[in-house]
Protein backbone atom coordinates (compact mmCIF):
# COMPACT_ATOMS: atom_id res chain seq x y z
CA UNK A 1 0.00 0.00 0.00
CA UNK A 2 2.28 2.63 0.96
CA UNK A 3 4.82 1.64 -2.09
CA UNK A 4 1.98 2.46 -4.27
CA UNK A 5 1.34 5.62 -2.76
CA UNK A 6 4.91 6.44 -3.08
CA UNK A 7 5.08 5.53 -6.83
CA UNK A 8 2.09 7.97 -7.52
CA UNK A 9 3.61 10.77 -6.00
CA UNK A 10 7.35 9.95 -7.73
CA UNK A 11 5.61 9.67 -11.32
CA UNK A 12 3.21 12.96 -10.72
CA UNK A 13 6.75 14.55 -9.35
CA UNK A 14 8.82 13.59 -12.11
CA UNK A 15 6.27 14.11 -14.76
CA UNK A 16 5.02 17.87 -13.98
CA UNK A 17 8.92 18.53 -13.79
CA UNK A 18 9.23 16.93 -16.91
CA UNK A 19 6.38 18.55 -18.40
CA UNK A 20 6.88 21.79 -16.89
CA UNK A 21 10.52 22.08 -18.36
CA UNK A 22 9.49 20.80 -22.04
CA UNK A 23 6.47 23.51 -21.87
CA UNK A 24 9.01 26.35 -20.46
CA UNK A 25 11.38 25.59 -23.27
CA UNK A 26 8.15 26.20 -25.63
CA UNK A 27 6.74 28.61 -24.45
CA UNK A 28 7.54 31.69 -21.60
CA UNK A 29 3.89 32.54 -20.73
CA UNK A 30 1.62 29.24 -19.77
CA UNK A 31 3.99 26.31 -19.77
CA UNK A 32 2.28 25.18 -16.09
CA UNK A 33 -0.40 24.67 -18.22
CA UNK A 34 1.70 21.42 -19.13
CA UNK A 35 2.60 20.42 -15.43
CA UNK A 36 -1.17 20.45 -14.43
CA UNK A 37 -2.25 18.44 -17.43
CA UNK A 38 1.01 15.94 -16.47
CA UNK A 39 -0.14 15.82 -13.05
CA UNK A 40 -3.68 14.90 -13.98
CA UNK A 41 -2.68 12.68 -15.99
CA UNK A 42 -0.47 10.64 -13.31
CA UNK A 43 -2.72 10.94 -10.29
CA UNK A 44 -4.50 7.43 -10.61
CA UNK A 45 -1.96 4.57 -9.81
CA UNK A 46 -3.23 2.08 -12.58
CA UNK A 47 -2.18 2.18 -15.97
CA UNK A 48 -5.11 2.06 -17.88
CA UNK A 49 -6.90 4.90 -16.15
CA UNK A 50 -3.53 6.90 -16.50
CA UNK A 51 -3.82 6.33 -20.64
CA UNK A 52 -7.84 6.88 -20.34
CA UNK A 53 -7.10 10.15 -17.97
CA UNK A 54 -4.41 11.67 -20.81
CA UNK A 55 -6.59 10.71 -23.96
CA UNK A 56 -9.59 12.23 -22.26
CA UNK A 57 -7.88 15.42 -20.89
CA UNK A 58 -5.87 16.27 -24.27
CA UNK A 59 -9.98 16.11 -26.55
CA UNK A 60 -11.79 17.36 -23.67
CA UNK A 61 -9.16 20.17 -23.82
CA UNK A 62 -9.10 20.58 -27.36
CA UNK A 63 -12.63 20.71 -27.43
CA UNK A 64 -13.11 22.66 -24.65
CA UNK A 65 -10.53 25.40 -26.47
CA UNK A 66 -13.17 26.13 -29.67
CA UNK A 67 -16.07 26.60 -27.18
CA UNK A 68 -13.67 29.41 -25.36
CA UNK A 69 -12.20 30.49 -28.15
CA UNK A 70 -16.34 31.82 -29.37
CA UNK A 71 -16.60 33.38 -25.90
CA UNK A 72 -13.57 34.79 -25.86
CA UNK A 73 -13.84 36.07 -29.48
CA UNK A 74 -17.48 37.37 -28.20
CA UNK A 75 -15.67 39.98 -25.97
CA UNK A 76 -18.01 40.13 -23.66
CA UNK A 77 -18.48 42.75 -20.91
CA UNK A 78 -16.54 41.78 -17.34
CA UNK A 79 -20.54 41.24 -15.74
CA UNK A 80 -21.05 38.63 -18.93
CA UNK A 81 -17.80 36.66 -18.61
CA UNK A 82 -18.40 36.80 -14.44
CA UNK A 83 -21.47 34.85 -15.28
CA UNK A 84 -20.16 32.65 -17.78
CA UNK A 85 -17.49 31.81 -15.58
CA UNK A 86 -20.20 30.63 -12.97
CA UNK A 87 -22.14 28.62 -14.86
CA UNK A 88 -18.70 26.75 -16.25
CA UNK A 89 -18.05 26.71 -12.84
CA UNK A 90 -21.48 25.06 -11.88
CA UNK A 91 -21.12 22.31 -15.05
CA UNK A 92 -17.54 21.35 -14.20
CA UNK A 93 -18.83 20.49 -10.82
CA UNK A 94 -21.55 18.39 -11.96
CA UNK A 95 -19.68 16.82 -14.60
CA UNK A 96 -15.84 15.77 -13.31
CA UNK A 97 -17.00 12.46 -11.12
CA UNK A 98 -19.16 11.41 -14.45
CA UNK A 99 -16.92 11.86 -17.15
CA UNK A 100 -13.10 13.63 -16.82
CA UNK A 101 -13.30 14.24 -20.61
CA UNK A 102 -16.60 15.89 -20.65
CA UNK A 103 -15.71 18.18 -17.94
CA UNK A 104 -13.07 19.59 -19.88
CA UNK A 105 -14.97 21.00 -21.97
CA UNK A 106 -16.51 23.68 -18.91
CA UNK A 107 -13.33 23.30 -17.44
CA UNK A 108 -11.53 24.38 -20.45
CA UNK A 109 -13.19 27.87 -20.61
CA UNK A 110 -13.53 28.36 -17.44
CA UNK A 111 -9.72 28.95 -17.42
CA UNK A 112 -9.26 30.24 -19.95
CA UNK A 113 -12.47 33.30 -18.83
CA UNK A 114 -10.79 33.53 -15.50
CA UNK A 115 -6.78 34.29 -17.41
CA UNK A 116 -8.38 36.42 -19.74
CA UNK A 117 -10.00 38.42 -16.54
CA UNK A 118 -6.81 38.53 -14.67
CA UNK A 119 -4.24 39.31 -17.42
CA UNK A 120 -6.35 40.16 -21.22
CA UNK A 121 -4.23 38.85 -23.88
CA UNK A 122 -4.95 37.90 -27.50
CA UNK A 123 -7.37 34.53 -26.86
CA UNK A 124 -5.24 32.95 -29.66
CA UNK A 125 -2.32 33.43 -27.81
CA UNK A 126 -4.60 31.47 -25.09
CA UNK A 127 -5.92 28.63 -27.33
CA UNK A 128 -3.05 27.89 -28.33
CA UNK A 129 -1.32 27.74 -25.83
CA UNK A 130 -3.86 25.82 -24.18
CA UNK A 131 -3.94 23.09 -26.66
CA UNK A 132 0.12 22.60 -27.30
CA UNK A 133 0.79 22.71 -23.25
CA UNK A 134 -1.85 20.03 -22.78
CA UNK A 135 -0.72 18.00 -25.72
CA UNK A 136 2.87 18.40 -23.89
CA UNK A 137 1.48 17.65 -20.46
CA UNK A 138 -0.78 14.56 -21.49
CA UNK A 139 2.49 13.20 -23.65
CA UNK A 140 4.83 13.39 -20.67
CA UNK A 141 1.87 11.83 -18.87
CA UNK A 142 1.64 9.00 -20.70
CA UNK A 143 5.73 8.22 -21.48
CA UNK A 144 5.85 8.46 -17.78
CA UNK A 145 2.93 6.36 -16.90
CA UNK A 146 3.94 3.43 -20.10
CA UNK A 147 7.46 3.57 -18.24
CA UNK A 148 6.29 3.63 -14.54
CA UNK A 149 4.23 0.45 -15.77
CA UNK A 150 7.11 -1.69 -17.26
CA UNK A 151 9.42 -0.81 -13.95
CA UNK A 152 6.66 -1.78 -12.07
CA UNK A 153 6.36 -5.03 -13.73
CA UNK A 154 9.62 -6.03 -14.03
CA UNK A 155 10.25 -5.43 -10.40
CA UNK A 156 6.99 -8.02 -10.19
CA UNK A 157 8.98 -10.77 -12.15
CA UNK A 158 11.91 -10.27 -10.24
Wanted: hydrophobic letters at 55%; glycine letters at 8%.
Amino acid sequence: MFQADWSVAVTVGIGALLAGLIGQTFDDDHWYWAMVAASVVLAGAATTSRLTRSIQRFIGTTLGVLMAGVLLWLEMPTLGVVGAVIVLQAAAELLIGRNYGVAMLAVTPLALLMVSLANPIDPEILVVDRVFETFIGSLVGTAIALVSAKLRSDEQHS
